[in-house]
């Protein structure tokens, strides 16, 4: 499987194998359950984080068999916002239609604490979303499309920034060169959040 950049023809086959991933997250599983406990907002609510980001050039993918998105990885680029004020806008529309007045009310403190645990500066790259279709997980794909990348930030001399919502995942980070800076618990159910930061590789 080849790296590429993703294009916006590309958005449907990301969101889904980005809410497949996701679907048992300890943090925003919890956090998504709807009223009626349905997933069809599921797709949508995604679909939001992964629009925002491919128009930036910034959202990588590999490409499985079938025309799935194998493994892909939604970076954002230095001082660019995650949505536009009209994505906001329908985003907050579709979840106050979605989930119960106190899911919702906990959502919003939750985006909350993402937002003031992200560092301002110095700039840097920012991971939103890293995620493996379930039919390819085991094969050491995302890592490998995780150090792709990340060795191409090294050559602009710019740092990374995520946020782990599985604890499971923090030693492939680690791997990667990531470190713990901090980190914050989910509203609902108390899952831990660890912020973790890397300096650029020095390829001197």
Do not use: C, K
Not at 8 to 28: E, G, H, K, S, Y
Not at 91 to 116: H, I, K, M, Q, W
Request: aromatic letters at 8%; proline letters at 8%; a negative charge.
């Amino acid at each position: 499987m080849e790296r590429r950049t993703a294009r916006p023809d590309d958005v449907d086959a990301i969101t889904t194998t980005i809410a497949l991933a996701f679907r048992d997250d300890p943090v925003w599983g919890p956090a998504l359950v709807s009223a009626d406990g349905g997933t069809g907002h599921l797709l949508p609510f995604w679909r939001f984080f992964v629009a925002g980001a491919v128009g930036h050039g910034t959202v990588s993918v590999m490409d499985g068999p079938a025309g799935e998105a194998a493994t892909v990885a939604v970076w954002l680029p230095p001082d660019v916002d995650e949505l536009t004020p009209e994505q906001e806008r329908d985003l907050d529309a579709l979840l106050v239609s979605t989930l119960s007045p106190e899911r919702y009310s906990a959502y919003e403190e939750l985006y909350a604490l993402f937002d003031g645990a992200h560092p301002r500066e110095p700039a840097h790259m920012y991971l939103s979303l890293l995620a493996t279709h379930p039919d390819h997980r085991g094969q050491g794909i995302g890592q490998r499309l995780l150090a792709e990348d990340l060795a191409r930030f090294d050559v602009d001399g710019l740092p990374a920034y995520l946020e782990s919502t599985n604890p499971a995942n923090d030693h492939r980070y680690a791997r990667a060169g990531f470190r713990p800076v901090g980190g914050f618990h989910a509203v609902i159910d108390g899952a831990p959040v660890t912020t973790m930061w890397r300096d650029p590789a020095d390829r001197g």
